[in-house]
């Protein structure tokens, strides 16, 4: 079983949509949750961590639900720039390791 | 302000070859990693290590090998290049056991032909 598990794939949505993405983790134990955005052909860079009692970043909401063992990443007014894979990572307590999802694939339309 | 520092930037191997892929970073991090990208795999990881001398198997690491002889340097080797290992290579750094920020190096595509 993966540890973290995300939808490829792709969201095709048009400016100005509200679009959500879910990602699961199979380890109950992780304590480390964050949302990274890689442009293509491009390195993965941090778009924002995930805390236990939701934060925003702007139009960016990240949610982390630990009985269901889920993150959720929702953004609104979609914008072009916003087209990119979107990785769900996940860290253990001591930070040995960071799970990376396979990512989800957003293409923002005019 | 480098950052992270992936040489090489491309690389086409002939199968059986050797090569090292240096990454170095100038943020005193004590964690590096090395991952490894397919499509549709997402980033897997190689090896990494949680300090000066120190290095870890990760969940792909069979053909690899891996050296921190200094803080600020993770190496990868590839004794006998296969085309499966044809990827993506990308190096990391975390910022700090309290806010483990991952930072990337700028990746290393390797053929193996």
């Known amino acids: 079983r993966k540890e973290v598990e995300q939808d490829p794939g792709p969201f095709n949505v048009p400016e100005g949509a509200t679009v959500a993405f879910n990602c699961t983790y199979s380890?109950?134990?992780?304590?480390?949750f964050f949302w990274y955005r890689q442009d293509c052909r491009k390195e993965p860079k941090l778009l924002m961590s995930v805390y236990s009692s939701g934060n925003e970043d702007g139009r960016f909401t990240a949610q982390l639900n630990r009985a269901s063992q889920y993150i959720s990443l929702l953004i609104r007014d979609s914008k072009l720039s916003d087209s990119a894979t979107y990785l769900c990572v996940v860290s253990p307590y001591n930070f040995n390791k960071f799970y990376f999802g396979s990512g989800t694939k957003l293409n923002v339309k005019p | 302000n480098a950052g992270v520092t992936q040489t090489p930037k491309f690389r086409v191997l002939k199968t059986g070859q050797s090569m090292t892929l240096l990454c170095a970073q100038d943020m005193n991090h004590e964690y590096m990693y090395w991952y490894r990208q397919d499509p549709g795999m997402g980033l897997r990881l190689i090896h990494y290590?949680?300090?000066?001398?120190?290095?870890a198997k990760g969940e792909v690491p069979d053909g690899y090998n891996v050296s921190r002889l200094k803080k600020q340097n993770f190496l990868l080797g590839l004794e006998s290049a296969a085309p499966s290992q044809t990827s993506v290579y990308f190096c990391?750094?975390?910022?700090?056991?309290?806010?483990?920020?991952?930072?990337f190096g700028q990746g290393t595509r390797l053929t193996v032909v």
């Open positions: 380890n109950s134990a992780s304590q480390s």
């Open positions: 990391a750094s975390i910022d700090s056991y309290d806010l483990p920020v991952a930072f």
């Open positions: 290590s949680v300090g000066e001398g120190t290095t």
